[in-house]
């Protein structure tokens, strides 16, 4: 049913706290849970045995730090510290008889909680965790669950029907009756793990077309649980790729850009001429994510694209352009894009491992509409704004030129 009036609006902002509230959850639990792993692969956590008994699952906290250095997770000692100071507090890791509440550079035994069952899981985590094991479990099996599929004439990537999802939960034995599934449903939806493409819907058991908000596979840098969100770096929404999603009052959004030196060389790499004067002056904030109290770096590059275009030119029958419709479902960090220019804006850059890059986006490509909103007349402080205030799921249609 469509939710309408004052019901969509109060659901609208309950979903906008929970979804917010676990932003922040879902970035230390997912990072902390990539580095578990990783460090279970890498034979750093193992049993280990100290004054004649054994601690199973285990590491020493000095051994550690050498590992986050020597992988580049942290740059120093002191960074290394920190990181995991951030993961204990947040009870991801504790010491194993819990004499130290603070992360030490020596030889002490300290453990991952998940290892030792001691996680504490309040009803915020629980739903977080039961999403992303779900997640996890419906791209790691044959299935057709999550593909490309059509809803009101649109295409949406890696979306799932909410009546085939119910059958895989009870074929797979996750949920005992479809009512228990269906309410399983509305509680991913309502705390942000899942929504409706189009966000007119509540999970019902039905045709409709569902997506996760966020892909709980992305790659996150540990050196980002250090960075509060909104203090250090300029807000700025023609900051490359716009990742970062940060809490604020009156549950307003903005984003911040958390993106690695690298990756703008690599935006840079591509640029081959000026910007239209139309484009106006204003350039990118780059912030490398470093504990350097250093302010951010002002660079203002050239577009990427060769030349600018009129909108009559672009929407001409039988012209060099062709259309293409990308569904792009932000994650916990966003989108993974950044756009440039006027009257058209065109993609600037795209991050290669962000939700964007991954459906297909791709750079000097001219931006047409924005759900549904057409853009062709706007500059890319428009367009940018018009991004972040929306949706966590955003339809974009751009136009590129078609290859010789």
Known sequence: MV?????????GTT???K???????????????????RLHEGKVIKDRRHHLRTYPNCFVA???????????????????????????????????????REFKDMKLLYR?????????????????????RLYEKLMNTENNLIQTREEEGMAFERALVASEFI????????????????????????????QHVTNKHHFVDGPLLYQFRMNFRRRRRLIELLHERGRGIPESHDSPFCLRKQHSDGGNTSFLSVSPTKEIKVAVGVRRSSMSS??????????????????????????????????EELLTPGGPFIKKIFTIVGDAVGWGFVVRGSKPCHIQAVDPGGPAAAVGMKVCQFVVSVNGLNVLCHDYRTVSNLILTGPRTIVMEVMEEAAV
């Not at 979804?19 to 792993?37: D, I, K, N, P, Y």
């Not at 050498?66 to 009870?91: F, G």
């Not at 991952?112 to 992303?132: H, I, N, Y």
Request: negative net charge; proline residues 5%.
């Open 112 to 132: 991952f909680r998940k290892d030792d069952g001691t996680f504490p899981l309040d009803s915020e985590a629980k739903v977080f965790m039961r999403g992303q």
């Open 15 to 17: 979903m906008q706290k």
């Open 19 to 37: 979804a917010a509230e676990l932003e922040r959850l879902a970035e230390v639990l997912v990072t902390g849970e990539q580095l578990r792993l």
């Open 278 to 311: 139309s484009c106006g002056s204003s350039g990118y904030y780059s912030s490398s994510p470093t504990l350097s109290s250093s302010p951010p770096v002002l660079c203002n590059p050239k577009s990427v694209v060769k030349r600018q275009v009129t909108p």
């Open 3 to 11: 939710l309408e009036g004052r019901a969509m609006d109060r659901i």
């Open 167 to 194: 059958d895989w939960l009870l074929q797979e034995a996750e949920m005992p009756t479809r009512e228990e599934a269906e309410q399983l449903g509305r509680r991913l939806l309502e705390h942000g793990i899942i």
């Open 62 to 100: 000095k051994e550690l730090i050498d590992w986050l250095i020597e992988h580049k997770e942290a740059s120093d000692r002191d960074t290394a510290i920190k990181i995991m100071q951030k993961l204990l507090d947040q009870s991801i890791v504790h010491h194993v008889c819990d004499e130290h």
